[in-house]
């Protein structure tokens, strides 16, 4: 009798691990390029069934859905944000696979380059903290602040406190992250994800005043999922298809420049 009780709730824990593995794989990501390149993965691996969560701007955070179960993996955040996410909800999340790179790029709608900035010029950046530190690398990199040495940029953010040169007095203004490319007209530059410039209608490649180099950056865009998940057979499968030869091929073509899958970013 115990025999059969316990070869009945072994066959009942295969049956319900099938019907989890057949269900279709919830993942929520941003409408460009994110759901756009997995729209592709349904295409050329149609058994893997993907149900698509289009995350709208300032919408419900994705992380928070991939918490309480309500999608299976999302794909929209590089690692630095994913660790702050990890802190600020008290949860611990598994990375399936680095993707591609939206090189962070410096937009206006006033000067046509960044020796053209005025004296005391207005800067939109993210206020979240880690793109707000990113965006104060890039400034930093194209020559218009200097920084004090705080070691790892990925593993150590900055803030405006740690300027220590800033030759022509620039305000930081700092604006949530979907909100920018609406505020061009306001101030004298802006620093736009990639996705939300491609949401914009701004080409990165073509566009920006200065843009993020793809050469060993640290900011790639990640499969997330929950640690119970890493090994699921349709996240595995999903992960595979991301990094793919056939999914880098569309990312170069289709994006020309502005998003760059990390594979091409690493061996080019």
Known sequence: MIKSVVFTLAGLSLLIAQTLHAA????????????????????????????????????????????????????????????????????TFSVAA????????????????LADLP??????????????????HLLQDKGVIK???????????VTPEDIVDNPKKIKIV???????????DDVDAAIINGNYALEAGLVPAKDALGLESADHNPYANLLVTRPELLKDPRIVQLAKDLTSPQVAKFIKEKYNGSVIPVATSQHD
Do not use: C, W
């Open 24 to 91: 279709p794989l919830r993942v929520a990501a941003d409408p460009i390029p994110h759901a756009e390149i997995l729209e592709y993965v349904k295409k050329i691996d149609p058994k893997l069934e993907l149900k698509i969560v289009e995350m709208s701007s300032g919408g419900i955070n994705p992380n928070e859905l991939l918490a309480s179960g309500d999608v299976d993996a999302n794909y929209f955040q590089h690692l630095p944000y994913l660790k702050d996410q990890e802190k600020a909800l008290g949860k």
């Open 98 to 113: 680095d993707v591609h790179i939206e090189p962070l790029g410096i937009y206006s709608h006033k000067i046509k380059s």
């Open 119 to 136: 004296e005391g010029a207005s800067i939109a950046v993210p206020n979240n903290a880690p793109n707000l530190s990113r965006s104060l």
């Open 147 to 157: 920084l004090k040495d705080t070691g790892n940029a990925v593993t150590t953010l």
């Open 174 to 184: 700092q604006i949530e992250s979907p909100q920018i490319p609406r505020a061009l």
